[in-house]
């Protein structure tokens, strides 16, 4: 079967390397891809919310299955596209319709959803620029920290947390006045703020059925020590250690069976990816967030960790037959850095040459933001490359990911030097 798999970042690198690996894909092509699919597969140019390119492609390659890597194409439609059009509805896609695409793509539907279905969540309320003043008298009642979120989709980026009263007044009307995250934040979650410790916990939904993937926790500042800037994420380990069995018994119970239930319930066709946002508040889970395709750079450590064929899984998914696959993991632990552009999450350089791939060796390097230029990869975006390693425990891991991050190089190159080490 060929196989178009939409995106260009680490975690469709980490999807096109587990793949290849299953006897049922023949071909595997990669909309727009980076210098790292290249390597691999065959890149398409074309961006993944250009569905008429899509579809151009779908049927001039013969493709037998559409694997959507980021969120836009998702929000966007791209599975109604398909499931409507004459000649491509056969064609199955892994993602969620557009209506299942709003838990990550409006934070209110998610939070009136988690609500609706009795699962555990801050307190909340929603404002827009006819309310905004409702808005910060709704802050006197919060104590600090105190959160906001822009309702759409806002690269990552769209969540701020405040301490001080009259500065998150300020950002509020920032935010629905002056358009600080454009469209996105037309409209503004105001949540309580959990103290706790966060995890990402990754389910494969065939809509009716479910299957728990190994868990993970990123980090998502720029700075050591969790400072600075948020970021798309600077690295990941899997499993979480605080994970244990009744905490994923409660996970399981509170959360992931009341979400699929409820996606039932409302007769949303999901078939796909949920990747829910937890925070360990005592020792209870508490959702943060939900988004419905896997993480970056989590992926880059959940999928190397699955043992069993992707593929297969996919195609589980696709016939609705979910519950008759069998997902197996792999003991070890993994571990993934992200090396980054000097100045990244603001300003940064593109076009930097890297060196010291063929250098890397024990270890898998996932190309994230790169591309090839006159024959050498060079830096193509802010996160460049996830350098994952295996290891006994999460800090075999760390110490084999960080070895070989020694051996790469490109000008201004920067990189965490503190994963895993709050664990």
């Known amino acids: 079967m060929n196989i178009l798999l939409l995106g260009s970042g680490g975690r469709e690198h980490a999807l096109a390397w587990k793949m290849l690996q299953s006897p049922l894909c023949d071909t595997l092509y990669v909309a727009p891809g980076n210098a790292g699919t290249s ?102 009642t919060l104590k600090p920290p105190y959160v906001l979120k822009a309702d759409g989709l806002a690269a990552g980026k769209g969540v701020l947390i405040l301490e001080d009263l009259a500065e998150a007044q300020q950002e509020l009307r920032n935010m629905l006045v002056d358009e600080k995250f454009g469209e996105a934040s037309a409209k503004v979650v105001i949540e309580e703020f959990l103290d706790g410790i966060e995890l990402s916990c990754f389910v494969l939904t065939d809509g009716k059925s479910y299957k728990l993937l190994p868990t993970a926790k990123d980090y998502k500042r720029i700075g050591e020590g969790d400072t600075g800037l948020n970021t798309g994420g600077m690295g990941a380990v899997s499993p979480v250690p605080f994970a244990d069995a009744a905490f ?67 195609l589980a998914v696709a016939n609705e037959k979910l519950d ?41 390097a996932f190309h994230a933001g790169t591309k090839l230029q006159n024959g050498e990869v060079v830096t193509n975006g802010g996160r460049v490359i996830a350098v994952t390693s295996y290891g006994d425990g999460f800090m075999e891991a760390i110490k084999k990911s960080y070895q070989n991050i020694a051996e790469l190089h490109f000008d201004k190159m920067y990189y965490r030097k503190d994963i895993g080490l709050d664990l």
């Open 39 to 140: 390597a691999i597969a065959t890149n398409l140019d074309f961006v993944s919310t250009d569905f008429e390119a899509v579809k151009a492609a779908t049927l001039a390659k013969n493709i037998g299955m559409v694997v959507v890597g980021p969120e836009d194409p998702l929000v966007k439609g791209i599975y109604d596209f398909f499931k409507n059009g004459a000649d491509l509805k056969n064609i199955p896609v892994i993602g969620p319709s557009k209506q299942g695409a709003q838990l990550e793509g409006s934070k209110e539907f998610a939070k009136q959803f988690l609500i609706k279905n009795n699962i555990p969540t801050a307190a909340y309320d929603s404002f827009t620029k006819e309310t905004v003043e409702e808005g910060c008298e709704f802050l006197t």
């Open 248 to 314: 994923m018994e409660k996970i399981e119970t509170r959360i992931v069976k009341p979400t699929i239930e409820g996606l039932k319930k409302d007769n949303i066709d999901y078939k796909g990816f949920v990747f829910i946002g937890l925070i360990k508040v005592g020792d209870d889970p508490f959702v943060i967030e939900y988004n419905v395709r896997m993480g970056d750079p989590e992926t880059e450590v959940v999928i190397p960790r699955l043992k069993s064929d992707l593929v297969e899984l996919f």
């Open 324 to 364: 008759e696959a069998v997902l197996e993991t792999d003991e070890r632990s993994a571990a993934t850095i992200m090396v980054v552009a000097g100045g990244y999450p603001e300003g940064y350089a593109k076009g930097d040459v890297i060196t010291g791939l063929e250098k890397v060796e024990g270890s898998i």
